[in-house]
């Protein structure tokens, strides 16, 4: 099994940035996909970024790229979301999501296998 603890969200002002982190417990030593999901309020979980340690493949939403930063720490159990020149509309709960069967990316969240508890990010204007 595995489980995914996000941390890091918080309120920041329009141009700020964020680091969200996600703690990997359980089943690490398999390679997996992951991604990173949004849901505003009113509004379906939205793909993010999603990598593949395997394949060594990143890829995000266009309303992001360039902008945020999907990484992983060295001792590889906790990855990373950097976000940069934060827009009010990135206001959303967080998801690290996390997949054992396919080597991904995987854009779609039902695609995945586990998830966390999310993370609040609110950008003011």
């Known amino acids: 099994q595995v489980q995914l603890v996000e941390s890091g969200g918080g309120l920041v002002q329009a141009g700020g940035s964020l680091r969200l982190s996600c703690a990997v417990l359980?089943?690490?030593?398999?390679?997996?996909?992951m991604g990173w999901f949004r849901q505003a309020p009113g509004k379906e979980r939205e793909f993010v970024a999603a990598i593949s340690w395997s394949v060594g493949s990143t890829d995000y939403a266009d309303s992001v790229k360039g902008r945020f930063t999907f990484s992983r720490g060295n001792d590889k159990n906790t990855v990373y979301l950097q976000m940069n020149s934060l827009k009010p509309e990135d206001t959303a709960v967080y998801y690290c999501?996390?997949?054992?069967?396919?080597?991904?990316?995987?854009?779609?969240?039902?695609?995945?296998?586990?998830w966390g508890k999310g993370t609040q990010v609110t950008v003011s204007s």
């Open positions: 359980g089943r690490t030593s398999m390679s997996y996909a």
């Open positions: 999501e996390a997949d054992t069967s396919h080597l991904g990316p995987l854009y779609y969240p039902d695609e995945y296998d586990y």
